[in-house]
């Protein structure tokens, strides 16, 4: 099998190595997919010219304190460890892309947000607005987490509640009170922490721990519905997950990603109480659950389910 | 009661100014499920007191096989002659007695806990799901009226 000897892509990155982060989930994502077009070169924090293998890139480091922002210091020989016409992919701040913008020679400039100097706008998820490449990703799931469930609960068909972590011992997070308290013969499974809790009739009937990502897609996998209290603001990586297993999702209007998801696929939103307690009511209706799981996972198998497809995609931005 | 009402604001309170409301109190969760559990046993059909009443007509000469019929007559004709066969037969049948006037008494007390615990699961049904839909309708509304109030 032969290299790839396409244009060489930069991937500049200040998520890279906050490995739990969505964003650096993303970014990892794209720079593999990348790989399949030309050489990748991913430069990251860490002490200046170091070089450091990380799975199939070897990162270097740009010699910044990724914690303390995006701004280069002065003297930063950014010239020196970038590949002269390299496209650049920016996870960076609008100074530090300034910087990019202004070294030498011809790059074209990529960013995964707007407002990132003249960098064009790669999107994950569509969203209505110009400019914007969309190519999608790739979000794996195992389809075995849908064939057995978890170990820790006979239940299937309950409402989850991922939580945004505000919930404290004994006490679910505000949704999943509001949910089990209006349905009172519902199951909710609230995870939190990675525990998993059982409420019913406002009670808690039981725990168990969430101990890898294949338990996260178990409980996933045999909901009746997923609430996502607080998707991620660039992919909302489990409200996907959860669309390509077929269960429907109910996420905050205001989530930006989430809702472009549930603007897409049918999936609901939720601006208050009243609304998320009407859409929980909905899913609850078997009809209206199985349209919704049908266009889910449609739309999350097309969009973020075929690696191969996402490659060609992101070739064609990248090329653009 | 009032101390705790003075020391706890209302969060719920609407403010009077054009401040954003605050966050809306979620439903106060249940210590215990109200879920009623299933029936007790019946405890006149208890294995033990069932037992005493057995032993009690072998010593009188009944076998374990005789009909149901032999059976309510010896128990009978046997409280009806305790009086008669001495002190210790007088005991053992007033305890026999007495453990069957507790069983009863406390097969209706169960009968009547199954009947609360019923009832308050349905109470915890009802008024749970009823008040929580008219909090969360109050609180879509309220919303509205923020809306359209210029």
Redesign the interface.
Same mark, same amino acid.
């Given at each position: 099998m032969s290299e790839p000897s396409g244009p060489a892509l930069c991937v500049v990155s200040g998520a890279w190595r906050q490995r739990s982060s969505e964003r650096a989930f993303v970014v990892r994502a794209l720079a593999g997919a990348a790989t399949r077009r030309g050489p990748v070169t991913v430069l990251t924090s860490g002490p200046a010219r170091t070089s450091e293998p990380d799975g199939a890139f070897d990162v270097i480091g740009l010699g910044v304190d990724l914690e303390d922002g995006w701004v280069p210091p002065q003297g930063t020989d950014l010239a020196a460890v970038i590949p002269d016409g390299a496209a650049m992919l920016i996870d960076a701040g609008p100074d530090f892309a300034a910087a990019l913008g202004a070294l030498p020679g011809s790059h074209r400039l990529f960013a995964l947000d707007r407002g990132v100097g003249s960098a064009t706008v790669l999107g994950v998820v569509p969203e209505p607005e110009d400019g914007r490449l969309l190519v999608g990703l790739h979000v794996p799931v195992n389809p075995l987490a849908a064939v057995h469930r978890h170990n820790g609960f006979g239940q299937v068909g309950y409402v989850l509640v991922l939580s945004d972590g505000s919930g404290e011992a004994?006490?679910?997070p505000?949704a999943a *009170? !509001?949910i089990? *308290?209006?349905?009172?013969?519902a199951d909710v499974v609230v995870v939190e922490r990675a525990v998993a809790s059982l !409420?019913?009739?406002? *009670?808690?009937?039981g725990e168990t721990s969430v101990d890898s990502r294949t338990d996260l897609w178990r409980l996933i996998s045999h909901a009746r519905v997923c609430v996502d209290t607080a998707p991620g603001p660039l992919l909302a990586r489990e409200c996907v997950e959860a669309m390509r297993f077929g269960t429907p999702v109910i996420v905050p209007a205001t989530a930006p990603a989430a809702a472009s998801h549930a603007r897409a696929a049918g999936g609901l939103t939720y601006a208050?109480? *009243?609304?998320?307690?009407d859409a929980v009511a909905r899913c609850r209706d078997d009809d209206v659950r199985s349209e919704l799981s049908a266009r889910g996972r449609e739309y999350a198998d097309a969009l973020y389910g075929d690696p191969a497809a996402f490659c060609t995609r992101l070739r064609e931005a990248l090329d653009s | 009661m009032v101390a705790a009402m003075a020391r706890e604001p209302v969060p719920d309170m609407r403010p009077v100014s054009g401040a954003p409301p605050a966050r809306e109190v979620p439903p106060k969760m249940l210590r215990r499920p109200a879920q009623a559990p299933p029936p007790l046993d019946p405890i006149r059909e208890d294995e033990q007191v069932v037992g005493l009443h057995e032993a009690w007509a072998r010593l009188h000469g009944v076998s374990e096989g005789s009909p149901p019929a032999q059976w309510q007559r010896v128990r009978g004709k046997v409280r009806r002659s305790l009086p008669f066969v001495g002190p210790e037969h007088d005991l053992l049948g007033g305890l026999i007695r007495a453990v069957d006037a507790l069983a009863q008494r406390c097969d209706e007390l169960a009968a009547r806990l199954q009947a609360n615990e019923e009832l308050t699961e349905d109470v915890a049904d009802s008024f749970g799901t009823d008040l929580t839909q008219l909090r969360a309708d109050v609180s879509r509304v309220r919303v509205e009226l923020d809306r359209s109030t210029p």
């Open positions: 004994g006490v679910p505000d *009170a !509001w089990t *308290a209006g349905f009172y013969d !409420w019913r009739g406002r *009670a808690l009937r208050g109480t *009243a609304e998320l307690l | -």
